[in-house]
Nanobody, 121 residues
């Protein structure tokens, strides 16, 4: 059973930065692509960014391009999301996902429990 544990969320003022981490364990593969999604209250889960298993391929939603950076350290089985120039509309629960590719949540095989990010104006 694959397990993903997110951390690093919190409360930050608009314009600030946060770095999220996603630690993988269990039956995950270092050749799995990984992604971050987010969900705001009352809204559907939304794709944020994805990184290929090698770390050389990345994909971003238009809303975060240029502000967020996804990366991974396969030696540590950890995926990161560096978030800068945060806006109130970035508020939501951020989920780590693995085993798929693309912007659709149904493409991913396993998920973490999420970490809350709140950006105040």
């Amino acid at each position: 059973q694959a397990q993903l544990v997110e951390s690093g969320g919190g409360l930050v003022q608009a314009g600030g930065s946060l770095r999220l981490s996603c630690a993988a364990s269990g039956r995950t593969s270092r050749t799995d692509n990984m992604a971050w999604f987010r969900q705001a209250p009352g809204k559907e889960r939304q794709f944020v960014a994805a990184v290929s298993w090698s770390g050389t391929g990345t994909l971003y939603s238009d809303s975060v391009k240029g502000r967020f950076t996804i990366s991974r350290d396969n030696a540590k089985n950890t995926v990161y999301l560096q978030m800068s120039s945060l806006k109130p509309e970035d508020t939501g629960v951020y989920y780590c996902a693995g085993g798929g590719w693309g912007i659709g949540s149904s493409a991913y095989d396993y998920w973490g429990q999420g970490t809350q990010v709140t950006v105040s104006s």
